[in-house]
C-alpha cells in the first residue's frame, strides 16, 4: 500500500522558518514525482511546489518563490519542503502527494496519485 506521511509542522511567528518532512512507505519514491500542496480555512487546495524524479524539474507557486524550498533525497524515501520568511498567509493544512508524470511545468491536483494525511502550519504572533 502506498502512503505518505508528512511532519513538520507547527505554530511560528511571521518571520520564521519550518522544514516540512513527507516519508514514502510502500513504494520507491525515485519513481515519482513529488508535490506540496495546501490549503487554508475556507480556501481551495493549491500548488506550493513540485520536484521531479530525478530533481531536475522544480516549480514554485509565485506566492512563495524566493522564500521556499523544495528538496528530495531518494535514498531515504524522502522529500523536503523548507520554509523560511513564513508569513500570516503561508497558515494551512500542507500536503504531500506522489505522481507518474515527469516535468513539474503543470503539477495539478488530479495529477497525483497518492496523497499524505496532511501537517497543520500556522503563522501567528
Known amino acids: 500500500q502506498l502512503q505518505l506521511v508528512e511532519s513538520g509542522g507547527d505554530l511560528v511567528q511571521p518571520g520564521g522558518s519550518l522544514r516540512l518532512s513527507c516519508v514514502a512507505s510502500g513504494f520507491t519514491l525515485d519513481l515519482y514525482t513529488i508535490a506540496w500542496f495546501r490549503q487554508a480555512p475556507g480556501k481551495e487546495r493549491e500548488g506550493v511546489s513540485c520536484?521531479?524524479?530525478?530533481?531536475?524539474?522544480?516549480n514554485y507557486a509565485d506566492s512563495v518563490k524566493g522564500r521556499f524550498t523544495i528538496s528530495r533525497d531518494n535514498g531515504k524515501n524522502t522529500a523536503t519542503l523548507q520554509m523560511n520568511g513564513l508569513k500570516p498567509e503561508d497558515t494551512a493544512v500542507y500536503f504531500c502527494?506522489?505522481?507518474?508524470?515527469?516535468?513539474?511545468?503543470?503539477?495539478?491536483?488530479?495529477?497525483?496519485?497518492?496523497w499524505g494525511q496532511g501537517t497543520q502550519v500556522t503563522v501567528s504572533s
Open positions: 502527494a506522489a505522481g507518474s508524470y515527469a516535468y513539474c511545468s503543470q503539477y495539478t491536483q488530479r495529477r497525483h496519485d497518492s
Open positions: 520536484i521531479s524524479a530525478n530533481s531536475a524539474s522544480t
